[in-house]
């Protein structure tokens, strides 16, 4: 049971376009989620993450929205970079997961196109 | 401060071998985890720890052993291995305060089972 999704494996943009990866979960007990960058041969890196009792957190290029209804969270990256070109991780945590143990989602890969 | 080490960075075992990958932080970080990647899919909970001396199981424990017997050092424990057990494994670890924080990764053990 997937308890954390990101329906779409793969995104491509053009440098300086607006790069939106999307995120579903279904235990409407999770209160924090945070998204997660990885390059090839490294570890996954925090990125940026929001509390349940928010709907949008923003540092710098990007933004994190969260919509609890739709059980849906999103990260927007503007003006998107070549740099930006990574794997990124939607995570999860808890009551319903048990505090501390993130639950992440499979991955979407972006490319920023020059 | 070197964050989160992992040891080895790359190991190839034959089927029925034995192993233990390293993990240590030196951030005095309370809680710990392993984690695995397979081509395709997110990061799967192995094992955590939320102290020294005690430990717990996460979604995929069988196969795998741990221990911590310092706030420091997480290490996991290949007793049989099979190719099942062919993945990239990620440790991490987080300082648990009043405040939730993200998880900090190493650079990951690639590991192969033939």
């Known amino acids: 049971d997937q308890q954390v999704k990101q329906n779409s494996p793969s995104l491509s943009v053009q440098e300086g376009r607006i790069s939106i990866l999307n995120c579903d979960y279904t235990n409407s007990m999770f209160d924090y989620f945070l998204w997660y960058k990885k390059y090839p041969a490294e570890g996954p890196t925090f990125l940026i993450s929001?509390?349940?009792?928010?709907d949008k957190n923003e540092d710098g290029r990007f933004t994190v929205f969260l919509n609890k209804s739709a059980k849906h969270l999103s990260l927007h990256i503007v003006p998107s970079q070549p740099g930006d070109s990574a794997v990124y991780f939607c995570?999860?945590?808890?009551?319903?997961?048990?505090?501390?143990?993130?639950?992440f989602g499979t991955g979407t890969r972006l490319k920023v196109l020059a | 401060n070197a964050g989160v080490t992992q040891t080895p960075k790359f190991r190839i075992l034959k089927i029925g071998q034995s192993m233990t990958l390293q993990c240590t932080q030196d951030?005095?970080?309370?809680?710990m985890y392993w984690y695995r990647q397979d081509p395709g899919m997110g990061l799967k909970l192995i094992y955590y720890?939320?102290?020294?001396?005690?430990?717990d199981k996460g979604e995929v424990p069988n196969g795998y052993n741990v221990s911590r017997s310092t706030t420091e050092d997480f290490p996991l424990r290949l007793e049989l291995a099979a190719p099942s057990q062919t993945s990239v494994y990620f440790c991490a670890s987080l300082r648990k305060g009043e405040t939730v924080s993200p998880l900090h990764f190493g650079n990951g053990t690639r590991l192969t089972v033939t």
């Open positions: 720890s939320v102290g020294a001396g005690i430990t």
């Open positions: 995570a999860a945590s808890g009551p319903g997961s048990g505090t501390y143990k993130y639950i």
């Open positions: 929001i509390s349940s009792i928010k």
């Open positions: 951030m005095n970080h309370n809680y």
